[in-house]
């Protein structure tokens, strides 16, 4: 049954490091080798918006988790919201079994919902789908219909905003954010008390289990 909880409390400092390269990561779940040797390593695939080029608000994690102790644990990947067939073609790649996770950002978060739902059609699904405040012109029931069908489990967060205006969340608005959309679609539907452009502190946000969405992506905890 899909669930939609809004987060009252800021988790982290939306300004705040919250993964430190080459160390444990902020929760005692992160940076444990999972259970069993011999399972295809997880593919954990992270999808930056349009300026993350630039910004890297996606890239900065990216780089952290690689550095995290357990990284050998999962094979990791960065693309970009414009690299959808290069993103086809590693999850394609994949022999059967492989865990697939994906998470996106703003229009990396449209672009793997895009996916998602290619996949669906292909009769593959991703074992997880995270976007984190995706943005696109434009999406109708049919569409997340179509994204659900592509994935066993699909976290949508929307960027609530935080204490005080931000820019990105401007920028957001002129893209054109999926916003309470996904409500009744996705399994869980998260209201953070953050910005847009605050990728890392929404994925350091605990969802009502307990868990991070960090410790989820990186399959510390269950989705």
């Known amino acids: 049954m899909a669930r939609s909880v809004k987060v009252e409390a800021r988790v982290e400092p939306e300004t705040g490091e919250g993964l430190a390269a080459g160390g444990a990561g902020p929760r005692a779940g992160i940076g444990c080798p999972p259970a069993g040797g011999a399972a295809a390593r997880p593919l954990l695939i992270l999808v930056g918006g349009a300026a993350d080029r630039l910004l890297r608000k996606v890239g900065r994690v990216h780089d952290r988790v690689s550095a995290l102790p357990d990284a050998a644990a999962r094979r990791l990947h960065y693309h970009h919201h414009d690299q959808e067939g290069a993103i086809l073609g590693l999850i394609a790649a994949q022999p059967p079994g492989t865990p697939i996770r994906l998470v996106g950002h703003s229009w990396g978060g449209h672009a793997a919902a895009r996916i998602a739902a290619r996949l669906g059609r292909q009769g593959r699904r991703l074992d997880l789908l995270m976007t984190i405040d995706p943005v696109a012109r434009w999406v109708d029931p049919a569409f997340l219909r179509r994204v659900r069908a592509g ?55 605990r969802t009502p289990a307990g868990p991070t969405l960090l410790d989820i992506a990186l399959g510390q905890a269950a989705a």
């Open 151 to 205: 994935t066993r489990r699909w976290i949508n967060a929307r960027a609530a905003g935080g204490a005080r205006f931000h820019p990105s969340d401007l920028v957001a608005a002129i893209g054109g954010p999926y916003g309470e959309a996904p409500r009744g679609h996705a399994d869980l539907h998260l209201d953070l008390p953050h910005p847009h452009a605050a990728f890392e502190a929404m994925m350091l946000c």
